[in-house]
């Protein structure tokens, strides 16, 4: 398997523009997670999908970040209007049967953002 | 959700074993102790998982006391390579909360 595959790898924008991250989960992994990832604050988890649903939002910084899960081996997270405290690195993981610590969670390579 | 605390940074040396310490006193019964590794401009990957006692892998080895309030994450022989950041995490079927880690810094 070619692990979970995101894109694009890096992204620069200007402030008040849409953005949209992509990314392809593990085949077969039910569970689907996104991160951010700065020095300040660490590597936070936004949203997770179940089996293509929603779970848990409480991550999403706000109502400028959105999440959707169309099908198993998609997913996208939509900033808009991005501003240049969004600058980060976006993670989305996937892990096999579910959220907890013993769920071993694979990674992607990130999505690098800068909003200039 | 168990909080855990680890340093936030260790230096070493190449060809010397690096022991990280995570403590974690309010862990539940069915917890499990879990530790992820992050290489720069990487995502974080799985290392090494525990429940009690000890357990080694081609990685790491996972050391755990009998109360499991803590857990020491022990790499042999380090080299430049383990340069990382090393996440200590533990819960089991609750979402997991990442934190800062401890940042590795291995010096030739």
């Known amino acids: 398997d070619a692990g979970v595959i995101q894109s694009p790898r890096h992204e620069v924008t200007e402030m008040g523009q849409e953005v949209t991250l992509r990314c392809k989960p593990i085949?077969?992994?039910?569970?689907l997670f996104w991160y951010r990832q700065t020095m300040m604050r660490g590597l936070e988890l936004l949203i997770y999908?179940?089996?293509?649903?929603?779970?848990?939002d409480s991550g999403m910084p706000e109502d400028r970040f959105s999440a959707k899960m169309p099908n198993a081996s998609f997913s996208t997270l939509k900033i808009q209007p991005s501003e240049p405290r969004d600058s980060a690195v976006y993670f989305c993981?996937?892990?096999?049967?579910?959220?907890?610590?013993?769920?071993?969670?694979?990674f992607g390579p990130g999505t690098r953002l800068l909003v200039l | 959700l168990a909080k855990t605390t680890q340093p936030i940074s260790m230096d070493s040396y190449e060809g010397q074993e690096v022991n990280i310490t995570c403590s974690h006193n309010?862990?539940?019964?069915?917890?499990?102790i879990t530790w992820y590794q992050q290489f720069p401009s990487q995502g974080p990957r799985f290392i090494i998982q525990?429940?009690?006692t000890k357990v080694t892998n081609e990685v790491a080895s996972l050391f755990i006391p009998a109360d499991r309030k803590s857990s020491t994450l022990s790499l042999p022989r380090v080299s430049l390579s383990d340069t990382a950041v090393y996440y200590c995490?533990?819960?089991?079927?609750?979402?997991?909360?990442f934190g800062k880690g401890t940042r590795l810094h291995i010096l030739p």
């Open positions: 993981a996937s892990s096999l049967l579910g959220r907890g610590a013993q769920e071993t969670q694979y």
């Open positions: 309010n862990i539940a019964t069915n917890d499990y």
């Open positions: 995490l533990v819960g089991d079927d609750d979402k997991i909360i």
């Open positions: 085949s077969g992994h039910d569970y």
């Open positions: 525990g429940y009690k």
């Open positions: 999908f179940n089996n293509n649903v929603p779970i848990d």
